[in-house]
């Protein structure tokens, strides 16, 4: 099955930034379309921003304007670029298919957002 391996969290001031990678391990990564999830505690994973195969994007509200997901189908990685961060987004992030079905879960990569 599909594995993920995410990487460059980490503890942030508020107003910070980070930039997540995710490598997959799929043969069809560049057909694909990716997202980023987090999750955090007590609630939901839930999706933050997806790129499809054609490069369209989508973004969850709560990060519109702030955070971008571009791709590198030759290293078959996404990024989440992660800009003016605040308290709120703090969780798991995970990435992941976000279409069709899941690959396995990675262990993901903590973002925590303090002063």
């Known amino acids: 099955q599909v594995q993920f391996v995410e990487s460059g969290g980490g503890l942030v001031q508020p107003g910070g930034s980070l930039r997540l990678s995710c490598a997959a391990s799929t043969n069809i990564f560049r057909l694909s379309t990716m997202g980023w999830y987090r999750q955090a505690p007590g609630k939901r994973r839930e999706l933050v921003a997806r790129?499809?195969?054609?490069?369209?994007?989508n973004y969850a509200d709560f990060v519109k304007g702030r955070f971008t997901i571009p791709r590198d189908n030759g290293k078959k990685t996404v990024y989440l670029q992660m800009n003016s961060l605040k308290a709120a987004d703090t969780a798991v992030y995970y990435c992941n298919f976000a279409s069709g079905n899941f690959g396995s879960w990675g262990q993901g990569t903590q973002v925590t957002v303090s002063s």
């Open positions: 790129i499809l195969s054609d490069s369209s994007l």
